[in-house]
C-alpha cells in the first residue's frame, strides 16, 4: 500500500512559520487516517476519502475556504479516475456544495462522467449534497482588498495504490481567486488528473500551464511505456521550461515507486511510503 497527498504550493497562504507548521501538521492528520482507511478500503475509495479531509480543511484551497472569482462567486472543480477500470469522471465550476469529489464519485459508473455549472449543481442536489457555502473570513477579505498576489496556487489532491494493486488519482480545486467566471482550471482534466494500471498522478499549480502539458496524462503515458516514474516527472516537468511554467506533481506507479517533484518550491505534501514522510 502507498499513498502521496499534496496540499497546493506554500506561497498559497504567505510563507510564516505559523502557516508552515499548520500546512504539516494537518497534512500529517490526513495522510495518517488516510492510510489507515486505505487499509480496508480500495485505492479508489481511499484517493476520495483523502480528498474529502483536504477539501474540509480551511488551509487549502479546496472546498472549504476556495478562492472566490472576480465575479464575488466561489466556484469549484475536482475529478477522480480509477486506474483500475481507466474511468474518469468530474464536475467543473460546481457552486454551493462541500465536497465536490464526492460529487465526481457519484458521476463515475455513469455514461455522462463529466458536469459543469448549473448541470453539476443540480446533478449534486438530486443526489442529496445539501447547499452549501465554502467561503471563509479569510477570503472574504482578500476578495474585497483585491490583493495583488491573491493569484493562488493551490489544488489539493491523492494518489492511492491499494493492496490489490489498483491505482487512483483525485484532485479538488477552488480555483486561482478573482478569475474569470466560467475559467475551467486543469483539475477536472486529464492533464490535471489521470491514472491507469501503471501508474497515477495529481497535479497542482497553475491550471493553463498544466493543461498547456498535457501534465497528468503525460507522465503517466511515459511510465506506460517503460519510463521509470521519477524520469517521467522530472522530463515532462523540464518541458514546461519552454513556457516557464508552473507546476507539481505527486505520482505512484504500480510497482510502488512513489515520487513528487515541482518546476518552482515548493509543493506541500505528505506520504506514506515505508512510513509517514512530510514536507520540511
Known amino acids: 500500500m502507498k499513498l502521496i497527498i499534496h496540499g497546493g504550493f506554500f506561497s498559497e497562504s504567505g510563507t510564516n512559520q505559523e502557516i508552515k507548521k499548520a ?23 481511499t484517493a476520495v476519502f483523502a480528498v474529502s479531509l483536504l477539501e474540509d480543511c480551511d488551509l487549502f484551497n479546496a472546498g472549504l475556504g476556495s478562492q472566490i472569482q472576480s465575479d464575488g462567486k466561489i466556484r469549484l472543480s475536482a475529478a477522480l479516475m480509477d486506474g483500475k477500470t481507466e474511468r474518469f469522471a468530474g ?21 455522462d462522467r463529466v458536469l459543469s455549472g448549473s448541470g453539476a449543481k443540480d446533478f449534486a442536489r438530486e443526489h442529496d449534497f445539501p447547499y452549501f457555502n465554502p467561503q471563509t473570513p479569510q477570503r472574504k477579505t482578500e476578495y474585497e482588498q ?6 493562488r496556487l493551490g489544488t489539493v489532491g491523492c494518489v ?31 492533464a490535471g488528473n489521470y491514472a491507469n494500471q501503471f501508474a497515477g498522478v495529481s497535479c497542482t499549480g497553475v491550471g493553463e ?19 521509470m516514474l521519477s524520469d517521467a ?34 509543493m506541500v505534501w505528505a506520504s506514506y511510503d515505508d512510513g509517514l514522510k512530510v514536507f520540511s
Open 146 to 151: 483585491k490583493l495583488q498576489n491573491s493569484i
Open 209 to 227: 500551464d498544466i493543461t498547456s502539458g498535457a501534465v497528468a496524462a503525460k507522465i503517466v503515458t511515459r511510465v506506460t511505456d517503460g519510463f
Open 23 to 45: 500546512k504539516q501538521e494537518a497534512l500529517v492528520t490526513i495522510a495518517e487516517a488516510a492510510y489507515t482507511f486505505l487499509k480496508t478500503h480500495t485505492a479508489l475509495q
Open 160 to 190: 492511492a495504490l491499494d493492496d490489490y494493486g489498483n491505482l487512483a488519482a483525485a484532485t479538488s480545486t477552488g480555483g486561482k481567486g478573482f478569475e474569470i467566471p466560467s475559467r475551467v482550471s486543469d483539475s477536472a482534466t486529464t
Open 233 to 266: 516527472c522530472e522530463k515532462t516537468l523540464s518541458e514546461m521550461a519552454a513556457y516557464d511554467g508552473f507546476a507539481g506533481v505527486i505520482a505512484i506507479k504500480a510497482n510502488g515507486e512513489i515520487y513528487h517533484a515541482d518546476t518552482h518550491p515548493y
Open 91 to 111: 464536475v467543473i465550476n460546481i457552486e454551493e456544495v462541500k465536497n465536490p469529489i464526492q460529487v465526481a464519485e457519484k458521476l463515475l459508473p455513469l455514461q
